[in-house]
């Protein structure tokens, strides 16, 4: 299979349809799935749902006990059975079947000339506008049943699954409209028993707010199951006696909605979306309950039936139907991304509020140096001060400019202190780091330029050797300023450095949504004087000069200031030494949440970096800022990343100090979310992207 393919990466693409019915007359609806199933056919999807019944329409009432209706619905089963051998979709459409004694309310599942198996609605709704037992027998205890269709056998409950062989990890089960909407549903034990895409063909009138209840439903369905949940309503054709519908169509994965049509369409519609087969098994791995939970109930999971089948899935490029964030730490919508930050702000000061007042109630010592990781750990400190009803003057702020510190970070961080109302002291280290060299005997004491690792890291480690001892001095507490990002890819001083403090407020904070916390602070807080107190949704409060130095300090490159400028006048640059933080970030979101393949990384990164102009940036990010990245450039960093984080950095991760979890993601705590070896490496991880992408090794 390609790299270009969305089928080699563990995506399966699944519609869910709508589609105009004519009431009693199985023969044109059987035409309109077919164009619908075709147009499928045409777009790779390997899933099509439709609605409950679409094959006579929901809304027909006695008609469905008419022989002629019954009769033309096996007819037009198998006018799609014949037409489907040649499409790619597996087929889930509504007919009422006749079973023994009784009439069911179906969902058959049709795939390449075949009748796969019907598996029929478990719970009948007989109350308010609906009255379903008046036609239709329960199927619940039709489990190990086989049905007749036109003279051939097919397996008849809803206790069957339908696993893909060429697809690993597509196992789909089909339940019917009000199934979902009881305590237990049938998806449930079909999920337990290993279902993955979830479908749900639905008749379901609408009423004011029940297109609400069933995103909901179906919502909580795709999370508890962890599982995608593709959900198909009647829509127009129905007959409107009594009632009237919507045609919804949506898909949930995991909880998160993938793709949903409008509502009260004037013909076909279909929500189509990329399912995530790799994400929703590693859900299953990881959240160990989940299994736990078959186990509880064993003597029903256990008695699934499993139909298998093979897709065939195009071996060609056929994009990519989902949403994909570019920082998936960084929501693109804008309430969402505000609700984050607020959470993400009150977590990491609730935090420390919490150890400060564990501990004795110490004075904050902190080193700001004008970067965003410093600048954003005072504003934690700040509102924590607010929080416990303490003057900010307790705050210790100290910059302690070094070879290459720029009067423009320093100024900032000597005028952010100030109009945040913090104590601020000035410490050359320059003095103190010539005699350490002297010490050492390293060439720059004596005046030869050169800026290695060691040159570097004495800065780093008197820094953070002040910081401890005027912590010591004045009863106070060491607050760590480097974060999520930074602790991934190693980038810190161990143990002397940046990488040690009493407690460490960003090490669940990623370096792409620092940035944003710091706007959040500024569009949240309320210009008031110095020291004020906070706002009422928990942000800092600020002052106008305030506001304008976190806007300096967001437009400045990211840089360690360890080095001097060079003869070019060329800073410093962090992303131009390891990478730039916005692949990063990518890579390490889907390898700490989903322990996804390098090469899945690389695929979902070319599709949402490629093109600056192409899908949504998160709000307040500058226009002139935006950016691509091609596969070369993907690769590369990638590479950077797998080799720093699985074979250089976990002996730094090993070691830090306590800090409060912030993203779902995860954080690298080894008392937390990550434990691995520190003697590791990195080889499974290359090889694997290598093998996928040779002509980039």
Not at 165 to 183: M, N, S
Not at 262 to 276: I, L, Q, T
Not at 341 to 370: D, W
Not at 479 to 507: C, F, P, R
Request: glycine letters at 8%; one cysteine or more; proline letters at 7%.
């Amino acid at each position: 299979m390609p790299f270009e393919s969305a089928y080699r990466h563990g995506f399966a693409r699944v519609a869910a349809c709508t589609i105009p019915v004519a009431i009693a007359d199985p023969a044109t609806n059987a035409e309109a799935v077919l164009d619908a199933a075709r147009a499928c056919d045409a777009d790779a999807v390997a899933v099509a749902v439709f609605p409950e019944l679409c094959l006579t329409g929901y809304a027909i009432d006695d008609l469905v006990l008419q022989d002629p209706v019954l009769d033309a619905v096996v007819i037009a089963i198998e006018r799609l059975v014949e037409a489907s051998a040649d499409l790619f979709p597996v087929l889930i459409v509504g007919a009422p079947l006749r079973h023994r004694n009784r009439l069911y309310n179906c969902a058959v599942i049709i795939h390449r000339g075949e009748v796969l198996g019907v598996a029929p609605k478990s719970y009948l709704p007989t109350y308010r506008e609906f009255y379903e037992r008046r036609w239709y027998a329960p199927g619940d205890d039709q489990s190990g049943e086989y049905l007749v269709i036109g003279g051939v056998e097919a397996p008849f409950g809803p206790d069957l699954l339908f696993e893909a062989l060429d697809v690993p990890g597509l196992v789909v089960h089909a339940e019917v409209c009000e199934d979902v909407w009881v305590p237990i549903p049938p998806s449930s034990e079909a999920a337990l028993a290993g279902a993955t895409v979830l479908a749900n063909l639905s008749g379901s009138p609408i009423t004011i707010a029940r297109a609400d209840d069933r995103k909901s439903l179906s919502q909580s369905q795709s999370l508890r199951c962890l599982a995608a949940y593709a959900y198909a309503a009647a829509g127009m054709g129905e007959s409107t006696n009594d009632v009237s519908w919507d045609g919804q169509t949506m898909i949930y994965e995991g909880g998160n909605l993938l793709v949903e049509t409008e509502r009260f369409p004037d013909g076909p519609r279909r929500s189509v979306a990329d399912v995530d087969l790799d994400r929703l098994r590693q859900d299953r791995l990881r959240q160990g309950t989940f299994d736990d939970n078959r186990r509880t109930h064993g003597a029903r999971t256990g008695g699934f039936r499993t139909v298998h089948f093979e897709l065939d899935p195009p071996a060609r490029y056929i994009g990519l139907r989902r949403p994909l964030d570019r920082f998936p730490f960084v929501p693109d919508d804008p309430a969402r991304l505000a609700q984050d930050c607020y959470e993400a702000f009150n977590i990491q000061v609730t935090g420390l509020v919490q150890r400060l007042e564990a501990i004795g109630r110490p004075k904050p010592v902190i080193g700001v140096s004008g970067g965003l990781d410093s600048t954003h750990a005072l504003l934690v400190v700040a509102r924590a001060m607010d929080r416990m009803g303490r003057p900010r003057s307790d705050i210790l702020a100290y910059t302690m400019p070094g070879f290459a510190t720029s009067e423009h970070t320093k100024s900032n961080a000597i005028a952010l202190a100030e109009a945040i109302g913090a104590s601020i002291e000035t410490i050359d280290i320059r003095d103190a780091a010539i005699e350490l060299f002297t010490k050492i005997k390293h060439p720059f004491a004596d005046g030869e330029p050169v800026h290695d690792v060691t040159f570097e890291n004495v800065q780093a480690g008197l820094r953070t050797d002040y910081l401890f001892r005027l912590a010591n001095q004045n009863g106070g507490m060491v607050i760590g300023t480097s974060d999520l990002s930074e602790l991934a890819l190693g980038w810190a001083t161990y143990g002397v450095g940046d990488q040690m403090s009493h407690y460490a407020v960003n090490t669940g904070v990623p370096k792409t949504l620092v940035q944003h916390l710091i706007r959040w602070v500024i569009s949240h807080a309320p210009a008031i004087g110095d020291g004020g107190a906070s706002d009422g949704e928990g942000s800092t409060a600020l002052s106008d000069e305030a506001k304008a130095v976190l806007q300096s300090v967001l437009d400045t490159e990211i840089s360690p200031e360890l080095v001097p400028v060079g003869q070019d006048g060329k800073v410093q640059s962090t992303e131009d030494a390891i990478g730039p933080y916005a692949l990063h970030d990518f890579a390490l979101f889907h390898i700490l949440r989903y322990g996804l393949r390098p090469s899945k990384i690389a695929f979902l990164a070319s599709h949402v970096w490629r093109d600056k102009d192409a899908g949504a940036w998160p709000p307040g990010f500058p226009e002139a800022d935006h950016y691509a990245y091609d596969l070369p450039t993907i690769t590369r960093w990638l590479r950077v990343f797998l080799q720093r984080y699985f074979a250089f950095a976990q002996f730094k991760r090993s070691a830090i100090p306590n800090g409060p979890k912030v993203s779902p993601a995860g954080s690298l705590s080894p008392r937390g979310d990550w434990r691995a070896p520190s003697d590791g490496n990195a080889r499974a991880w290359l090889a694997e992207l290598d093998a996928a992408l040779p002509e980039h090794m």
